[in-house]
């Protein structure tokens, strides 16, 4: 057990004594941060199944709509013969993107792997606060039944986008999902805020307070950079959306009026009072949510970044320009939300503001990714399956960046938004983008967390059908965006400008049966591999970073040993070093020459 | 780690994304085969050519930049594949030339984006067609006299209610009684600058006429202007692209671009027709699709 730079007095010791040796303690309630990042990591997949369900039944009704649909229609809407009916699948598009931001991206990325890589890779031996750490995670718990139990609830969950604009969202008579199915929503959405900043708040005191002698700021992986902006981004920006969300349900349950105009009259009811302005919650929303959108996707430009080096044999290019340009990610990024509000009724000239600035962040995001092309630039490329998933991120960032760009152009904007331009936009850069960086993550890490290998062959055949699924889904939608195809819309068809657009439709729907098929070979990968998978090492993949110095997988405390780092995470092909790779605890081949650093802080 | 030979197609795989996304792009811009309308919509708006001019301009822009990192990214996968070569690896922490560039470039071309389409989103929705600039003979100026809407368009759940703000029988325009009420069924003329006033009555709404470039989400309580110059007589729709509720897919109108001569003669029978029914608008056109 060892004891980092007498930083804290490892409160969770008791964990592991021989008193608390039950089941409950190590595996339910435990306080060690790799379960707590295990149960994440377990929870977030399987409301990944939900949400991929949901987006599944989406299609259907794209592809075929008001058909039967197969098998589970007859269970689900036995009353309608089958059919998904208008306001069940305007309950799945709000479900489905609920579930996916709030269950799968923003929980797998902190949650999972912040949870489980941060104290491994600043060499502590655990969280800060890992009392609070085993909360953020049971404070899930509330949000997943809420947001369950939404489902049973009157509209089968809550029906007005996962953004939740008022009056629809406001006004229980609107829509037969914004009675107590909202409600639900609204709490779980809050649960879910509250989990995050706990997390956040021990993220960012973990990542300052415990790193191992010798790990400077700049000597922190990627990744770890990652969890660290994305920390600081929740702990600034969450505060607004729980009091949005908690203005809403005022709204909803005691009659307040922030964001209901004076004599709004929805379907037949009044709303109690009035005075207040719909798109004060769209202002508040978006604080949050762009950031948000940013903390989907700073910790998997970090996991790519590491992956990519590794797999490269060769440092990454441009490390402090990769820290600087997250950061200005993170600062831009709260300056950026009136881009999703330029055909809001927001004050047109805002727009062109919020249009500067939104184009100003596109440049951060260039120098990442071409700062990631000069790492793969006289590499020695070895094509594993992490390396071919974070390859796909930067191929696939690409896309998701550019296509921001029409949408940052207002007067374009006039015309693809709310069109599947948008939904082309987000789902390459949270699905091809941050999805694709997390299987990335889980075949990299898996040796750590299991201590065997995931198969190689299912992983490249997982990836191989994965990629060219999800660019037949989602690349098409740039088509029919370029139309002016509507999301949202549980049939587009009776419009004459869309009628011929039923066969791509039918085309992307085939395509998302596919990849959510092909799942199916990651999930057999995943636990067979967790029992049967191939033994290794420390150490499988020849990599820098501390976690590889930990026994895999590590026990209570992580390292069997004081790590000492004396150089950055990115000294592969180094010339000092004797293999291809240069770990950061391993010391210089001429002691003396190299001072052993003094501690980060002391 | 073994090395396979099938190695060698990964590279070959990351080329068909540039290669197979420009592919797509090109078949669709082209409308060949069954991809027959699987562009733009056909603009019929004197305005919104501009918009199409944009989208062109940043399509070509990053469709290079597309091209050209995806060519880079196969290049680098296939040149430094480390099962073809046992070079050591280019031992090197980074660039700040290369740095310098790559930021400076980029900054430069968004700014340029930034400033470069201003004018044209201020005359979408900044600058409110004027008839008069005032005694100063400026535009923009506070004594302009800004144009009359021709008609208020409502939205509510899930229809689209007009109102032609008539003169009528009294004369003056401004009282209600005298207005043409129609749902659904927006009629304007071609070659006319056209200015609609917008509402929702009830949730949120988005007046969307992709054929027009024309979008603006409709708030309750805001009062807002839409403008635009339809200049091809014809018939296109009116899309609600704002989710309003369950019913909205069907939120669905109907826009009639003809000639001033028909648009008056519409008028006047429409007028006819309300006057001669006595129905009080709320009954008569709530029974919509």
Not at chain 1, 155 to 160: D, E, F, Q, V
Not at chain 2, 52 to 73: E, M, N, R, S
Request: aromatic share 16%.
């Amino acid at each position: 057990m060892s004891s980092v730079a007498g930083a804290h007095d490892a409160p969770h010791e008791n964990a592991h004594g021989h008193t608390f040796g039950s089941f409950v303690s190590t595996y339910v309630f435990s306080l060690d941060h790799k379960i707590i990042g295990l149960q994440f990591l377990f929870s977030t997949l399987l409301w990944f199944l939900v949400g991929g369900l949901l987006a599944l039944g989406i299609r259907w009704q794209l592809a075929y709509p008001w058909h039967d649909m197969p098998v589970i229609g007859r269970m689900l809407f036995a009353e309608q013969g089958g059919q998904i009916s208008p306001e069940f699948y305007t309950m799945l598009f709000t479900m489905h993107a609920t579930v996916m931001i709030f269950f799968v991206i923003i929980p797998i990325l902190a949650g999972a792997f912040g949870n489980y890589l941060i104290p491994l890779m600043i060499g502590a031996d655990d969280m800060a606060f890992p009392t609070l750490n085993m909360l953020s995670y049971w404070f899930m718990w509330p949000a997943f039944i809420a947001i369950g139990s939404s489902f049973f609830a009157p509209g089968n969950g809550a029906a007005s986008g996962w953004t939740s604009y008022p009056p629809l969202s406001t006004m229980q008579t609107a829509s037969p999902g914004s009675g107590p199915a909202q409600t639900l929503w609204l709490l779980g959405v809050t649960f879910v805020g509250i989990s995050s900043m706990m997390g956040s708040v021990n993220y960012m005191t973990t990542i300052i307070q415990m790193r191992a002698p010798g790990m400077t700021m700049f000597r922190l992986p990627m990744t770890i950079w990652g969890m660290f902006i994305t920390a600081v981004l929740q702990a600034f920006a969450l505060p607004v959306l729980t009091a949005a969300g908690f203005m809403q349900l005022m709204d909803r349950v005691v009659g307040t009026g922030f964001f209901a105009p004076e004599a709004l009259v929805v379907n037949n009811a009044a709303a109690v009072t009035g005075g207040g302005q719909p798109l004060l919650w769209q202002h508040l929303f978006w604080f949050y949510s762009h950031p948000a959108v940013y903390i989907m996707i700073l910790p998997a430009m970090g996991m790519v970044s590491d992956i990519i080096a590794c797999f490269s044999r060769k440092p990454l290019f441009g490390y402090k320009p990769m820290v600087y340009s997250i950061s200005g990610i993170a600062g831009l990024g709260f300056i950026v939300w009136g881009h999703h509000m330029f055909v809001s009724g927001m004050n047109p000239v805002l727009g062109l503001t919020f249009m500067t600035s939104t184009m100003l962040i596109a440049l951060p995001s260039a120098v990442k990714v071409f700062n990631w092309l000069g790492t793969i630039w006289g590499g020695n490329i070895q094509f594993t399956t992490p390396m071919l998933f974070a390859l796909s991120f930067v191929s696939m960032f690409v896309i998701g960046g550019l296509s921001g760009i029409f949408m940052a152009a207002t007067p374009v904007d006039i015309f693809i938004h709310d069109t599947y331009f948008i939904v082309a936009h987000f789902h390459y850069v949270l699905f091809a983008g941050t999805a694709m960086a997390v299987f990335g993550g889980i075949y990299f890490w898996f040796p750590k967390m299991f201590g065997r290998m995931m198969d190689e062959r299912l992983g490249k055949v997982h990836f191989l059908l994965t990629f060219v699924f999800l660019n037949g889904t989602f690349f098409t939608m740039h088509i029919l965006g370029a139309v002016g195809f509507p999301r949202r819309l549980a049939d587009p068809y009776h419009y004459e400008t869309f009628r011929h657009l039923l066969p791509m439709n039918r085309f992307m729907t085939w395509c998302a049966i596919g990849m959510v098929g092909t799942q199916i070979i990651f999930a057999f990968n995943f636990f067979y591999s967790m029992f049967f998978g191939r033994r290794v090492g420390r150490n499988p993949w020849g990599a820098n970073s501390l976690e590889w110095a930990a026994p895999s997988p590590p026990g209570h405390g992580n390292f069997d040993f004081q790590p000492i780092v004396y150089r950055g995470p990115y000294e592969y092909g180094s010339p000092e070093s004797d293999t291809d790779y240069y770990p950061q605890t391993q010391p210089p081949p001429t002691p003396g020459a190299h001072p052993v650093p003094s501690p980060a802080h002391s | 780690m073994g090395y396979s030979r099938w190695n060698r197609w990964w590279s070959i795989l990351f080329l068909l994304v540039p290669v197979l996304g420009v592919a797509t792009f090109a078949v669709s811009m082209a409308e060949v085969g069954p991809f027959h309308r699987h562009w733009l919509p056909d603009n019929v708006n004197e305005f919104g050519g501009v918009i199409d001019d944009l989208y062109y301009f940043i399509l070509y822009l990053t469709g290079a930049i597309f091209v050209g990192t995806g060519l880079a990214q196969f290049w680098f996968m296939w040149k430094y594949d480390g099962g073809q070569h046992s070079e050591p690896v280019k031992y090197t922490h980074g660039s700040h030339t290369l740095e310098v560039v790559w930021s400076i470039l980029p900054a430069a071309t968004l700014l340029f984006i930034a400033i470069y389409q201003m004018n044209a989103w201020a005359d979408q929705k900044m600058r409110r067609p004027v008839i008069d600039v005032g005694s100063d003979q400026e535009e923009g100026t506070a004594d302009d006299v800004y144009q009359e809407p021709l008609a208020v368009v409502t939205g509510r759940q899930f229809e689209w209610r007009i109102r032609y703000v008539l003169p009528g029988e009294d004369g003056k325009t401004g009282t209600s009684d005298d207005d043409l009420h129609i749902v659904n069924d927006l009629h304007i003329p071609v070659n006319e600058k056209v200015v609609l006033q917008i509402e929702s009555q009830d949730v949120l709404h988005s007046f969307f006429l992709p054929n027009l470039r024309v979008k603006q989400d409709v708030v309750p309580g805001m009062k807002q202007f839409v403008w635009f110059q339809a200049n091809r007589t014809g018939v296109y729709d009116i899309v609600c692209a704002e989710l309003c509720g369950w019913g909205h897919y069907k939120m669905k109108g109907r826009l009639t671009v003809e000639s001033r001569s028909d648009f008056d003669r519409w008028v006047a029978e429409q007028y006819a027709l309300q006057q001669s029914t006595q129905l009080p608008m709320t009954t008569s056109m709530t029974e919509s699709e």
